[in-house]
């Protein structure tokens, strides 16, 4: 049977700071955080945990924690139209890479976006491919560069079609279920795409307010499918990171990290429980 583990966001939790994280981890049982906002802020290359003086000592509290940073998570988005706004998402991708390998994470990551306007799908795709070459040539050794399912390729199979064109051993898939769900591609159709390619999976509840917009629930809440998401895992031997991704940074109201991060790992134990048994 293969080995799940659980991971939280820190855009969950975005004002706490890192050792509230560790002690978030411990006190749930999770066994990795991924880096978004920290102190309220989502400036991960600006903390002063993470500058060159300190670094070192912030890598070995982390060891000493026992806490895994399995990624670390950018705003950077490769839709433009904008050869010059590309680049420097290209140059602030490579930051991160560069900070992830400090950090001994083994990922980043990035966002192909949104077809902009007066640009056709097939451009930005092409774009966000090529974009994605210039930053794997980049990438540190051991630091892959993660696409996630997101907005216009949120579908796994449209996220799959990008690698597919980038073509670099480096680039994977950073499945987020609820995303590919959302679009409308069932959780089946989405694992096997993405499967060639999947380096990390985001995994939250969620339910639609009208239209193309869901909100943020507990688990068992909404809609997204757990079982058949840890199945379709399961049935790929997937033995990576499920990473609670609680997106309290864009949606203050909903639950307090104290609430939703034991709420998900309580959900994600009985969902793999009831996997290893048969059930």
């Not at 006190?27 to 993470?50: C, I, K, S, T």
């Not at 306007?117 to 491919?129: H, M």
């Not at 399912?149 to 950073?174: M, Y």
């Not at 079982?227 to 109201?253: M, N, Q």
């Amino acid at each position: 049977m293969t080995h799940i583990k659980l991971a939280f966001s820190t855009l969950g939790c975005p004002q706490w700071e890192l050792p509230r994280v560790a002690r978030a981890a411990r006190e749930y049982g999770f066994e990795g955080v991924e880096l978004r906002a920290l102190g309220g802020g989502l400036d991960l290359l600006g903390r002063p945990e993470f500058q060159a003086g300190e670094l070192p000592r912030t890598c070995e509290w982390l060891a000493t924690e026992g806490l895994e940073v399995c990624c670390v998570d950018t705003s950077c988005r490769f839709d433009s139209a904008e050869e010059s706004e590309r680049l420097e998402q290209v140059q602030l991708a490579a930051r991160h890479c560069e900070l992830a390998a400090a950090l001994g994470a083994p990922l980043i990551r990035v966002f192909p976006d949104l077809v902009p306007e007066g640009s056709t799908y097939d451009e930005t795709r092409d774009r966000i491919a090529e974009s994605l070459r210039q930053v794997s040539a980049r990438a540190p050794e051991g630091v892959r560069v993660g696409l996630e399912t997101h907005g216009d390729f949120a579908r796994g199979s449209a996220s799959a079609e990008v690698l597919r064109l980038a073509d670099r051993p480096n680039l994977g898939i950073i499945w987020d279920a609820a995303n590919s769900f959302s679009a409308g591609e069932p959780v089946e159709e989405s694992a096997a795409a993405v499967a060639p390619y999947l380096a990390h999976v985001h995994l939250r509840d969620a339910r639609p307010l009208g239209g193309e917009h869901w909100t943020p629930v507990l688990a068992g809440s909404g809609l997204v499918p757990f079982e058949a998401v840890v199945a379709s895992l399961r049935g790929l031997g997937y033995e990576g990171y499920v990473s609670f991704e609680w997106e309290k940074y864009w949606h203050p109201e909903i639950e307090e990290p104290e609430v939703s991060l034991p709420d998900f790992a309580g959900a994600m134990r009985r969902v793999l429980g009831a996997a290893a048994d048969g059930r």
